[in-house]
């Protein structure tokens, strides 16, 4: 149990801190997303030849849905690269990891024809009660406070998409989970390459100048998830999204402590009613 919680705990710190340096990198645009995303390529082409020498082949469906995922995940890259353009660290991540799962499981009620407790409405109420508390802090602007939440939400909705679609694609599609991971990614690069293709002289620019800042990333963004799947031996699913609601704490201290941005008890209140909100919210299914 200890270990579970461990582990977890320390995917949601590598997540908040890969989080916190695409904020920090302040690229803006497509190609910073395709330079992290290929630096990660040749670990991706060693799990699926490892996958499939232990027997876990390819199928159609493998392809089908991991192109979907692919595309479901550019799109989460990109809208959060935009956001943290946009909005601070602080603000913008907190809103996105809380309003995801809420987003999930009530789309899930009616797709799924799941009965809803009690502590999935306690855990949405407390979320939408610590979100105002992000905004308009004395240390903060009202205004820039709401644009973080506006972009928190727009990237909760891309989380929530391709955590539906994912989720479609392990419990009913029945894909190898790491095969499927892997081939999303590598699908996913196709997309961005296809997408910065006109754009070659500032790909070439980019790498040059941002390869060291995307390299922990690309790292740091497969590491995150492994952490969590580890984690899934020794602690059922529930605990393990609650616990991952430490990565919202996380990020919020780390935006005040490496990015000075604003803090203040109100804010810090905030952070952890989302966190309690997510605990509850996951732990209620």
Known sequence: MLLGLGLVVLGSIAHAVWNLLVKQSG?????????????????????????AQEGHGLTTSYWWAAVV????????????QASYARAE????????????????????????HLATPPALWLGIALIC?????????????????????????????TIAAYTLWDGYAVTRLHVDVFS????????????????VAPERARLAAVARSSW?????????VPLSYGLVLAALRHIDVPVVAAARSTSILA???????????PRSARRFTGAVVLTLGVATTALSG
């Open 180 to 195: 499927y991971l892997a081939v999303g990614s590598l699908a996913q690069l196709v997309v961005l390459t296809v997408a």
């Open 89 to 112: 660290l602080g603000v913008v991540y907190p809103v996105a990891r809380a309003g995801a799962p809420v987003l999930v499981a009530l789309a899930s009620i009616p797709l799924l």
């Open 69 to 80: 995922s692919a595309a479901l995940h550019t799109s989460y890259a990109l809208v959060l």
């Open 251 to 261: 990020a919020s201290v780390l935006g005040w402590w490496l990015l000075d941005e």
């Open 129 to 157: 009660a610590g979100v105002p508390l992000l905004v308009g802090s004395r240390a903060g602007s009202p205004r820039a406070g709401l644009t973080g939440v506006i972009a928190g939400s727009a990237t909760a909705t």
């Open 212 to 220: 060291r800042r995307a390299l922990p990333i690309a790292a740091l």
């Open 27 to 51: 690229a803006t645009g497509t190609a910073f997303v395709w330079l992290y995303s290929a630096l990660v390529t040749p670990l991706l082409v060693v799990l699926l030849l490892i996958r």
